[in-house]
């Protein structure tokens, strides 16, 4: 239930306001007061009557209209929101808040309150995956905002992919699971590191492995519902940044090092990625050709990640590292704990049919420094991602005890 809370939702001017309504109605079915602001062009899609009726409270749709209380409007909802939803949530909308454009209620809004602020997205399939829409969403991301992505299907205008506003019931599911999940990580800063690396080898080759980053994303994920401040540092994947998080993309193994060690203030470091452990000594500028005959790399090691950090590990801070093995699981995990100044390992065999890379579900063991360890049954990698959070706020709150 939403019972106290105030949720301010920001409704833009695309077919699927209509579906805003349904959102509004299940808010307040959960029991939240709920404030709705309409740009001009939603009105042309619904009335606001609809959203007074459902809301129960009066619809802001212009900037200078006459003011219904002595507040400033828009400050007043800005300090009163506990969390702010827009849906749908536009291209334009969102070019418009990325670049500080505060020129209608809702934008002006935006820009003052110092709640968490959710995107619903909905738009165009092309528009969507425009280089500008992308850019402002990473932008948005890394200053904060949440977005909630939009599902596939056949749009509006009759073109079928990326773009449909998601399932107002997922919404609302969303919002419902960030106001009331304790929060046992709050104040904390985890770094979360997901994905393969590439090495190149010429302009098209690159030496890299079949990590998909999904243990990572669902790691960083659960982190973010606990309440954290995560920074995802991502090798090249075809997922997209879980909601919350402050996302840095990285393609070599150098280029993760150098991240991971811009954030290695933080509280907790997850190592879920699969860099690469061998990059060419030299890249050459120009395509190889078959032509040339056989082929010999010399190779070199990337910088260890782990081991630097296990080094350089500060008091207090917890460092969980992974171990993907096809043999000895056991025994090559307990060294590299060991080895690397680690409080935990997560290992597995990715040999093992339901453990490998790419797949949704993975079978895991924890081991910890004090010797003890947990097994982890077949089961999808989100679910074990909240086990092993469960194990970190346990292990990191008894460490805090007994300091």
């Not at 602020?117 to 738009?123: E, T, W, Y």
């Not at 801070?317 to 409080?343: I, M």
Request: with cysteine; net charge neutral.
């Amino acid at each position: 239930m939403l019972s106290g809370k105030n949720i301010v939702v920001g409704v833009t001017g695309g077919i699927a306001a209509y579906k805003a309504a349904d959102v509004v109605s299940r808010l307040k079915k959960l029991d939240a007061n709920v404030y709705v602001i309409m740009t001009k062009h939603a009105t042309e899609f619904i009335q606001p009557l609809t959203f007074q009726s459902l809301s129960q409270n009066y619809v802001v749709t212009e900037m200078f209209e006459d003011p219904k209380t002595w507040d400033v409007e828009h400050i007043s909802l800005a300090k009163r929101a506990d969390l702010f939803l827009i849906v749908p949530a536009t291209a334009n909308i969102i070019g418009k808040v990325a670049n500080g454009i505060a020129d209608d209620m809702l934008t002006t809004t935006v820009m003052a309150t110092e709640a968490p602020v959710f995107f619903a997205l909905a738009m165009n399939t092309k528009m969507y995956q425009n280089k500008i829409t992308q850019s402002n969403f990473d932008r948005l991301m890394q200053f904060g905002y949440h977005m909630i992505w939009p599902d596939s299907g056949r749009l509006a205008c009759g073109d079928v992919g990326a773009g449909k506003l998601a399932a107002p019931e997922s919404i609302v599911e969303i919002v419902e699971d960030y106001l009331n999940r304790p929060k046992r990580l709050s104040g904390k800063k985890v770094v979360v590191t997901a994905g393969p690396t590439r090495e190149a080898v010429d302009p098209v080759r690159f030496i890299s492995n079949r990590s998909s980053g999904k243990m990572g994303y669902a790691i960083a994920e659960a982190a973010v519902k606990e309440g954290a401040t995560v920074v995802l540092i991502s090798g090249p994947t075809r997922l997209n940044p879980p909601i919350g998080v402050d996302f840095t993309g990285v393609t070599t193994t150098e280029e993760m090092y150098e991240a991971v060690f811009k954030n290695a203030d933080a509280d907790i470091i997850i190592k879920a990625a699969a860099p690469s452990d061998y990059r060419p000594v030299e890249v050459a500028s120009e395509k190889i050709k078959k032509e040339s005959g056989q082929l010999a790399l010399a190779l070199e090691k990337t910088p260890d990640i782990l081991k630097a950090l296990g080094l350089n590990k500060r008091s207090g801070q917890f460092l969980v590292g992974f171990a993907a093995e096809t043999q000895n699981v056991e025994t090559y995990a307990l060294k590299k704990l060991k080895e690397k100044n680690l409080d935990m390992i997560v290992a597995n065999n990715v040999a093992q049919q339901g453990a490998g890379f790419d797949g949704d579900t993975n079978i895991v063991t924890i081991y910890e420094r004090d010797g003890s360890s947990e097994s982890l049954g077949q089961m999808e990698k989100s679910k074990i991602a909240e086990a092993l959070m469960d194990r970190i706020i346990l292990r990191t709150q008894s460490d805090a005890k007994n300091e």
